[in-house]
């Protein structure tokens, strides 16, 4: 059983910072990779940044130079620095871990419940 695990969201105002957490456990094997996507209402669930397991880094352009993503190997845990908010980041902001669970042949991919992000003055 594998519990993917958000928090660090809050109201921030335009131009604030806050850093979101993002904690995998239970049967793992091994991290294929673990991202960010956001969901603003009325909008779809949309890519906001990934980091491989070798350590390789992508970002949507919306998010560049402001936010960072990094990790604790050892805690299965990644981390999103958000930077130079601004209201459109507002969202709720949800994890997706891609795991190896008890064995090593093929990766899955595990969402946590999200947490809400909230821009405004």
């Known amino acids: 059983q594998v519990q993917v695990v958000e928090s660090g969201g809050g109201l921030v105002q335009p131009g604030g910072s806050l850093r979101l957490s993002c904690a995998a456990s239970?049967?793992?094997?091994?991290?294929?990779?673990m991202g960010w996507y956001r969901q603003a209402p009325g909008k779809e669930r949309e890519f906001v940044a990934r980091?491989?397991?070798?350590?390789?880094?992508n970002y949507a352009d919306s998010v560049k130079d402001r936010f960072t993503i990094s990790r604790d190997n050892a805690k299965n845990t990644v981390y999103l620095q958000m930077n130079s908010l601004k209201p459109e980041d507002t969202a709720v902001y949800y994890c997706?871990?891609?795991?190896?669970?008890?064995?090593?042949?093929?990766?899955?991919?595990?969402w946590g419940q999200g947490t809400q992000v909230t821009v405004s003055s």
């Open positions: 239970g049967s793992i094997s091994g991290v294929n990779f």
């Open positions: 980091m491989a397991r070798a350590g390789s880094t």
């Open positions: 997706k871990a891609n795991l190896y669970v008890y064995s090593w042949d093929n990766p899955y991919d595990y």
